[in-house]
C-alpha cells in the first residue's frame, strides 16, 4: 500500500502541474490575442475614419466594404478568444451582382500591383441570393486573392446561372505566364503582409461558407490554369420584384 502510494502522488503532482502549466499558456496566449485584437482595431478606424464616406465613393466602396468585411473577421476572432452570445447573423437577400463586383473592385488593383489584371463578366441577369453578406464577401476575397497570389496574371470572375442556381468561376492563366517578382517592390510587401507560411485557410473559409449556404465550390488547377468554382441556390423572387 506504502509503494503504490509512493507510485500514484508523484503521478498526480505531475499531472497538476502539467494541467496549471497548459492553463497559464492558455491565459498568455488569451492576452497576446487580445492585444493583437485591440492593436488591430486602431488602424482599422483610423482607415474608416480617414476613408469617410467621399473618400469611399471615390474609391467606388473598395475601402468602405474592405473595412466592413475586416470588422467582421475581427468579429469573429474576439468571439472564439472571448465567448459571448452567439455570432451568427440573421440571413439577408443580397444582390449578387452588387456583391461580386464590390469584391473585384477590391482586389483589382491588388492584382495590378503583381504585374496582372482582373475582370468580371456578369452573365447571370438580375440574382438574388439568400446569407451572409460578410461572409460571402469574404469567400469571394479569397478565391480572387488566391487567383492573384498562386495563379497566373490574368484573372477572370465570371457568373453564370445554372440549374437555379449561381454559378461564379474565378479562373486564372497559370503560373508559367507569371511576370518575375521585383524584390522590394509593392507586390513583394503585399506578399510579406499576406505571410510566408500559407495553411491553405482561405480556401476552407471558402468551403464553410459553402456548405453553410447550401452552396458548392470545386477547386480544378491543371497547367494552364485554376478554374474556382462557387454556386449558391438563387433566392426566389418577391411578389413584385422587377425581373
Same mark, same amino acid.
Given at each position: 500500500?506504502?509503494?503504490?502510494?509512493?507510485?500514484?502522488?508523484?503521478?498526480?503532482?505531475?499531472?497538476?502541474?502539467?494541467? %496549471?502549466?497548459?492553463?497559464? /499558456?492558455?491565459?498568455?496566449? $488569451?492576452?497576446?490575442?487580445? @492585444?493583437?485584437?485591440? @492593436?488591430? &482595431?486602431?488602424?482599422?478606424?483610423?482607415?474608416?475614419?480617414?476613408?469617410?464616406?467621399?473618400?469611399?465613393?471615390?474609391?467606388?466602396?473598395?475601402?468602405?466594404?474592405?473595412?466592413?468585411?475586416? *470588422?467582421?473577421?475581427?468579429?469573429?476572432?474576439?468571439?472564439?478568444?472571448?465567448?459571448?452570445?452567439?455570432?451568427?447573423?440573421?440571413?439577408?437577400?443580397?444582390?449578387? &451582382?452588387?456583391?461580386?463586383?464590390?469584391?473585384?473592385?477590391?482586389?483589382?488593383?491588388?492584382?495590378?500591383?503583381?504585374?496582372?489584371?482582373?475582370?468580371?463578366?456578369?452573365?447571370? !441577369? /438580375?440574382?438574388? %441570393? @439568400?446569407?451572409?453578406? #460578410?461572409?460571402?464577401?469574404?469567400?469571394?476575397?479569397?478565391?480572387?486573392?488566391?487567383?492573384?497570389?498562386?495563379?497566373?496574371?490574368?484573372?477572370?470572375?465570371?457568373?453564370?446561372?445554372?440549374?437555379? /442556381?449561381?454559378?461564379? %468561376?474565378? #479562373?486564372? *492563366?497559370? +503560373?508559367?505566364?507569371?511576370?518575375?517578382?521585383?524584390?522590394? !517592390?509593392?507586390?513583394?510587401?503585399?506578399?510579406?503582409?499576406?505571410? &510566408? &507560411? /500559407?495553411? !491553405?485557410?482561405?480556401?476552407?473559409?471558402?468551403? +464553410?461558407?459553402?456548405?453553410?449556404?447550401?452552396?458548392?465550390?470545386?477547386? $480544378?488547377?491543371?497547367?494552364?490554369? *485554376?478554374?474556382?468554382?462557387?454556386?449558391?441556390?438563387?433566392?426566389?423572387? @418577391?411578389? !413584385?420584384?422587377?425581373?
Amino acid at each position: 500500500m506504502i509503494v503504490e502510494s509512493f507510485l500514484i502522488w508523484p503521478l498526480f503532482a505531475s499531472l497538476a502541474v502539467a494541467l %496549471v502549466a497548459r492553463e497559464l /499558456r492558455a491565459g498568455r496566449r $488569451r492576452t497576446v490575442l487580445n @492585444e493583437a485584437l485591440h @492593436e488591430l &482595431r486602431r488602424p482599422l478606424q483610423a482607415i474608416a475614419l480617414a476613408a469617410g464616406p467621399g473618400a469611399a465613393a471615390t474609391a467606388n466602396g473598395a475601402v468602405e466594404s474592405s473595412v466592413r468585411l475586416a *470588422s467582421a473577421a475581427l468579429e469573429r476572432i474576439d468571439h472564439e478568444v472571448n465567448g459571448g452570445g452567439g455570432l451568427r447573423r440573421p440571413a439577408e437577400r443580397i444582390e449578387a &451582382r452588387a456583391l461580386v463586383e464590390a469584391a473585384v473592385r477590391r482586389w483589382r488593383s491588388r492584382a495590378s500591383v503583381a504585374g496582372g489584371s482582373l475582370s468580371l463578366r456578369w452573365r447571370a !441577369g /438580375r440574382a438574388v %441570393v @439568400e446569407g451572409d453578406r #460578410a461572409e460571402l464577401g469574404q469567400a469571394l476575397d479569397n478565391l480572387i486573392v488566391n487567383a492573384i497570389e498562386h495563379g497566373g496574371p490574368a484573372i477572370t470572375v465570371e457568373a453564370r446561372p445554372r440549374d437555379g /442556381r449561381l454559378r461564379i %468561376v474565378v #479562373a486564372d *492563366s497559370g +503560373r508559367a505566364s507569371r511576370p518575375p517578382s521585383r524584390e522590394g !517592390g509593392p507586390a513583394e510587401t503585399i506578399a510579406r503582409l499576406s505571410g &510566408r &507560411r /500559407r495553411h !491553405g485557410h482561405g480556401l476552407a473559409v471558402v468551403r +464553410r461558407v459553402a456548405s453553410e449556404h447550401d452552396g458548392r465550390f470545386v477547386l $480544378r488547377r491543371s497547367e494552364r490554369g *485554376s478554374l474556382a468554382v462557387l454556386e449558391l441556390p438563387r433566392a426566389g423572387e @418577391e411578389p !413584385g420584384a422587377a425581373a
